[in-house]
């Protein structure tokens, strides 16, 4: 069955700081990966997926991701963090690898603080 | 109404009662999701319809009960729940016929209270 890591519950950083949200998944195959993003009182919006082709991917509000097959990884950066990110962001694998393909199967959610 | 919507967006009731959530997707897909998002856990997918037949029941107890009517509307009918299925219900959609990769779009979930 595939899985989703991801590093840190909790992560705070400063306004205009790099962000850095951790995502490893378990899969034989390589899967299909989204970012989403919750916030207060919200359902969740897709950042940014990767299904195939170019391995860096370019989301909303100037998220990217890069899916690294060798580490099975796929990192949410953006280089300067603004108070308006503040929100808990949900990594999520579908497709080959086990189970139905249309099947989510979320992290656990990294919720990130932006500071003043 | 764009999206996906969800209505009551909160929802107090007692264990004896019967209540129902409603989804409407304006959106023109042709698969609907229900999941559950309880603290510290991760999401769990429990029905998923495409074409208004249901193609997934992940172990959902009993006293959850979908209806699909039509590929825009969702129901989830509830009785006699329990304290631990106090949580927020959300309604995803998406376009295509369960295709991998394909993006599923969230409404902004009913938050249920179970007394």
């Known amino acids: 069955a595939q899985s989703v890591t991801q590093l840190g519950s909790h992560v705070s950083v400063s306004e205009g700081a790099l962000v850095l949200l951790r995502c490893n998944y378990s899969s034989s195959v390589p899967p299909y990966l989204f970012w989403y993003v919750q916030y207060p009182n919200q359902g969740l919006q897709l950042l940014l997926k990767y299904t195939t082709g170019a391995t860096l991917v370019k989301g909303i509000n100037g998220f990217e991701a890069e899916f690294k097959k060798s580490e099975t990884s796929f990192h949410l950066t953006k280089p300067s963090a603004h108070m308006s990110d503040a929100a808990e962001y949900f990594c999520a694998v579908s497709g080959p690898g086990g189970g139905s393909n249309y099947k989510l199967t979320f992290g656990k959610g990294t919720l990130l603080t932006v500071n003043p | 109404e764009t999206g996906v919507t969800q209505t009551p967006r909160h929802l107090v009731m007692g264990m004896t009662n019967k209540k129902s959530l409603k989804c409407e997707q304006h959106l023109g897909h042709n698969a609907m999701y229900w999941y559950k998002q309880s603290a510290k856990k991760p999401l769990e997918l429990m029905f998923v319809?495409?074409?208004?037949?249901?193609?997934e029941n992940n172990s959902v107890p009993s006293r959850f009960s979908p209806e699909c009517p039509n590929s825009s509307h969702l129901f989830l009918h509830l009785h006699t729940l329990q304290p631990e299925d106090s949580a927020l219900y959300l309604c995803?959609?998406?376009?295509?016929?369960?295709?991998?990769?394909?993006?599923?779009?969230f409404g902004p979930g009913t938050r249920l209270t179970v007394l």
């Open positions: 319809y495409s074409l208004e037949e249901r193609v």
């Open positions: 995803a959609s998406s376009q295509d016929d369960l295709r991998g990769g394909d993006t599923q779009y």
